[in-house]
């Protein structure tokens, strides 16, 4: 069989137009914008040093810019860039505080609503990637305060897994589950516990459902949200008799029990205060809440 020249400069040309096409970059639609971008982006001077290659490759330039990410906190209470009234005026709160990856503005609502209203359940790796820099900063401050050995090297890699025993997650209402079809708070806190290898436990339930928030105040929160929650005892037994099991072996022990408890966003912190409320109700020996929120409004 003969192969004419012009034959062979076909084939040669679309080898090449192959292989061109798989060496180019990646090209793929940012998740937010839907805009075509390419490669991974670089983080401008504003974002947390560490973003997950995920992240950098999921969101174009602008949008990934465009992050208003809480990385100076004003209030070391509920993590708010500004000075706090609220935490001034009640320093005292069963969980010891709160740390929000981004400030919630229009460009983060947009966000959210896109994940949790209209299903985008793509967005859920993403947004859990972003709680993933406060974590460790928030991880890194109880190791400072706390001053456990070898805290003095900042630059010593703090093992995650040693600072916490359980990562929890505020309960929807299993209506509100059913039309959504998953809890963003559940799947935040597996994101979270996935990364770091914390255990993930399910240690509250809904006790009833709520009407909206949004339209009530400050104090309407507080009264309406104290009886939301209750315990999920089975879990929360294991974690008590684990961490009793194991005295002497973990820092559990010395410390008491640390729980990072996760939701999407925090407003006035009453659903937080309800939460730990309940969980230091049943405890049975020390434990700390912590949370992390995904957005600090
Ligand atoms: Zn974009
Ligand atoms: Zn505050």
Not at 152 to 158: F, H, N, V, W, Y
Not at 175 to 185: I, L, M, P, T, V
Not at 215 to 242: G, W, Y
Not at 248 to 253: C, F, L
């Amino acid at each position: 069989m003969t192969v004419s020249p012009q034959d062979w400069l076909r084939r040669l040309q679309s080898a090449f137009a192959g292989a061109a096409q798989l060496l180019a970059p990646r090209t793929a639609a940012c998740l937010l914008c839907g805009k075509p971008q390419t490669g991974s982006r670089s983080a401008d001077s504003s974002s947390p040093a560490k973003l997950t290659p995920q992240l950098r490759q999921s969101l174009c330039g602008a949008c990934l810019s465009a992050i208003p990410w809480l990385t100076r906190i004003a209030c070391t209470r509920c993590g708010r860039g500004i000075p706090c009234e609220d935490c001034i005026r009640s320093p005292h709160g069963s969980f010891v505080c709160n740390r929000s990856a981004v400030h919630y503005n229009q460009t983060m609502r947009a966000m959210l609503a896109l994940y949790k209203y209209r299903g985008n359940e793509q967005l859920a790796p993403l947004l859990g990637d972003m709680l993933l820099p406060a974590f460790e900063a928030l991880t890194a401050e109880i190791v400072q305060r706390t001053n456990a050995p070898n805290s003095r090297d900042s630059k010593l890699k703090i093992r995650m897994a040693d600072h916490w025993d359980a990562v929890t997650y505020v309960p929807v209402s299993a209506e509100r589950e059913a039309d959504r079809g998953f809890n963003q708070a559940e799947q935040l806190a597996g994101r979270v516990a996935q990364r770091y290898h914390l255990p993930l436990k399910q240690l509250l339930v809904r006790s009833r459902h709520s009407e909206k928030q949004s339209f009530k105040t400050r104090a309407e929160r507080f009264r309406d949200t104290r009886s939301l929650f209750d315990i999920n005892a089975e879990e929360f037994q294991l974690l008590l008799a684990h961490a009793v099991n194991d005295s002497g072996k973990t820092q559990a022990s010395r410390r008491g029990i640390r729980i990072l408890l996760i939701d999407d966003i925090y407003t006035t912190g009453s659903t937080a205060e309800a939460c730990s409320q309940v969980l230091l109700h049943h405890a049975e020996r020390p434990l700390e809440v912590y949370l992390l929120t995904w957005a600090r409004s």
